[in-house]
């Protein structure tokens, strides 16, 4: 590679980066920038070896060592997809040249379409049209490389789809990256331009639609109506089958305009509310996914990790996106709903409302009543049967319907902001039926019914009070022979009647119990105890025998020299276990807290207030052993 760059190329670089000419180190470092972004291209398409790309890498490197040229990205506090490249040592009080990544890689892949944009006029540069047009129909190019080679120069970008439409007037895609880009901009009136100038060149059915739902947005649902009429009546006249998911769709949209056209006062207000509520969420989301991919990535682990999924649903991808968006904050301290509306501009009232988003109501609901005139929807929490006024777009929803998870607060009613998961029939009967034990406490009684039946089960079995155990795997095959005897032979002295043959008349199906595996922390732990209480179930203790002899003794020393991590093991215990150690054993028990939590306890503190003390740092870990068994 030569240092020297040809004229037309450091033009380019100069142009498209909007350079300073003048700066001939910064403008040759970018240039060897690029080469290795073009080679790292040409590696993993398997057309450049790992050899030589390492090489355009070196001379990349060895030109900014030379010139004592360094980069800056997000790592140095730029923003998402920013990169800046300055003189080493350069103050902050120094102006960077800021280029947007996605302009490194359009130059990098698509040099002749950058020239073409650049060009004073475009239908006069080499490639045009065919080279431009390539460039924006080609399904493999991201659409937000498209939308960037419009926008990072606004006026060329439009000079430049205003060359391509003059030369072929019908061109769709150029079409349709106008009228986005006018959307954008809030340029309505040239957006209606454009739509009624290729309406009367093309007459097409798509150009009809997209038309119908930028005039619904405008809130003339009169125009839309008619809009979207005649997609119907092009489709008739060509025969096409009605069944098509576009026309199903198209159908859809005109039911909704018919019902917008009848609407007015309030009601109309609300829709509205509503549609600009949808709007902007859909922004707000396209914002994020195009400047903050890492946080994103971080976290898509952490809400996983939450969930204990190992992968994001399907059904969980807006609610994942919602808590992105209006509750998790950045490094900034603000979530990112609140970083567009401040950079855009939005309004106190907006801004108010985009915090609302961060305070949904989670729980199941059941639908008590429906308006499909005025899109409104009347929801019962279940749980609560507090009533929130909905307002959605749906049209095939019925009183008595349920569905779960959140609701969104937006001006003076809620949205659910994303599908509507409606339950079955079967489903929604069986939610009211065990919510309404619930309320009645059937459920609780039966809860404490099972506990009981299960501490009466493990003292049958075992005949001792703690049955302990030299190592995880004789602890676990002891107690999963214990489950499956309790499961399937116990039979209450109630009824008479197993857990198993419960479980199959309640639900319908036989019982089926997963294994039990204690976790890997019991690995290696040769005192091991199995502890049941009637009113918290059964738990697995690591190191029993030496903590009761702690508790008993005070004897912190022992425990320090046995156990590595000492307030690891008691933050893991159930509180019937831990209140089972300092019952009796107050004064002792107050020692070990303090030695091993610093607690400052007092000497005099009583069982309560040791145990207060412990649920502010306990996160127990225990076995369900009524897992599996409704």
């Known amino acids: 590679m030569d240092g020297n760059m040809a004229m037309d190329k450091r033009e380019l670089i100069t142009k498209f980066f909007e350079l300073d000419a003048a700066d001939e180190s910064a403008v040759k470092a970018w240039s060897f920038f690029i080469d290795l972004q073009r080679a790292a291209s040409e590696e993993t398409a398997g057309r450049l070896s790992r050899r030589d790309r390492d090489n355009v890498q070196r001379i990349f490197n060895r030109y900014m060592n030379k010139n004592k040229l360094i980069m800056l990205s997000e790592d140095n506090g730029l923003k998402a997809h920013e990169l800046a490249i300055t003189k080493a040592g350069v103050g902050e009080e120094e102006k960077l040249k800021i280029v947007h990544s996605f302009d490194v890689w359009l130059l990098a892949d698509f040099e002749d379409v950058c020239s073409i944009l650049v060009a004073d006029e475009p239908n006069e540069a080499d490639g045009f049209p065919e080279v431009i047009l390539k460039f924006l129909t080609d399904s493999g190019v991201h659409k937000w490389l498209k939308e960037r080679l419009i926008e990072k120069n606004k006026d060329a970008g439009e000079r430049l789809l205003k060359a391509i439409l003059e030369d072929n007037p019908a061109e769709l895609t150029a079409h349709s990256l106008l009228v986005d880009f006018y959307e954008r901009e809030s340029m309505f009136f040239e957006a209606e331009v454009e739509f009624r100038r290729m309406l009367d060149t093309t007459n097409d059915k798509l150009v009809w639609a997209n038309y119908g739902y930028f005039l619904e947005l405008q809130g003339r649902y009169e125009d839309a109506f008619v809009a979207l009429q005649n997609v119907m009546k092009i489709c008739e006249r060509a025969g096409e089958d009605v069944a098509d998911d576009f026309l199903e769709e198209v159908t859809r949209n005109i039911s909704r305009m018919e019902r917008m056209k009848g609407l007015a006062g309030e009601d109309a207000r609300a829709v509205r509310d509503y549609q600009e509520a949808m709007r ?50 950045l490094p900034t301290g603000k979530v990112p709903g609140i970083v567009y509306a401040e950079e855009k501009g939005l309004s106190d009232t907006t801004i108010e409302r ?63 902001a994303g599908t509507l998961m409606r339950h079955t029939d079967d489903y929604s009967e069986t939610l009211k039926r065990l919510i309404e034990e619930a309320k009645t406490g059937k459920i609780l009684k039966d809860a404490k019914e099972k506990l009981k039946a299960t501490h009466d089960a493990f003292n049958t079995y075992f005949e001792i009070e703690v049955p302990t155990f030299k190592s995880k795997a004789k602890c676990e095959k ?75 003794t005070g004897a912190v020393d022992e425990l320090k020299a046995m156990v590595e991590n000492p307030k690891e093991l008691l ?22 807290f303090n030695e091993v939590f610093e607690a400052g306890l007092d000497i005099n503190a009583s069982e309560a207030e040791i145990m207060a003390f412990w649920e502010t740092v306990g996160e127990p870990q225990s076995i369900n052993a009524s897992r599996g068994v409704n």
């Open 571 to 592: 933050i893991g215990e159930e509180s019937f276990v831990v209140r089972g150690f300092v019952h009796g054993n107050e004064r002792t028990a107050v020692k070990v």
């Open 478 to 552: 002891a107690f999963n022979k214990f489950y499956e005897w309790m499961l399937f032979e116990y039979a209450s002295e109630e009824d008479g009647k197993t857990f198993a043959e419960i479980h199959e008349e309640t639900n319908g199906q036989k019982l089926k119990p997963d294994k039990v595996n204690l976790p890997d922390t019991f690995t290696g732990v040769n005192d091991i105890a199995l502890l049941c209480d009637p009113e918290y179930g059964i738990a697995a203790v690591r190191y029993y025998t030496l903590l009761k002899s702690v508790f008993e």
């Open 280 to 329: 902007l969420l859909g922004d707000i989301n396209v914002f994020a996914e195009k400047n903050m991919d890492t946080e994103i990535t971080k976290a898509r682990a952490e809400y996983l990790k939450e969930k204990d999924q190992a992968e994001l649903k399907y059904e969980d991808s807006y609610e994942f996106m919602n808590w992105f968006l209006f509750q998790r904050e």
């Open 354 to 416: 985009l915090k609302g988003l961060g305070n949904p109501v989670e729980s199941f609901f059941e639908i008590v009543a429906v308006d499909n005139a005025t899109f409104k929807l009347v929801v019962k929490d279940m749980a609560t049967d507090k009533e929130y006024e909905l307002v959605e777009a749906y049209s095939s929803v019925a009183v008595g319907q349920t569905f779960s998870r959140y609701i969104y607060p937006w001006s003076d009613f809620y949205f659910t």
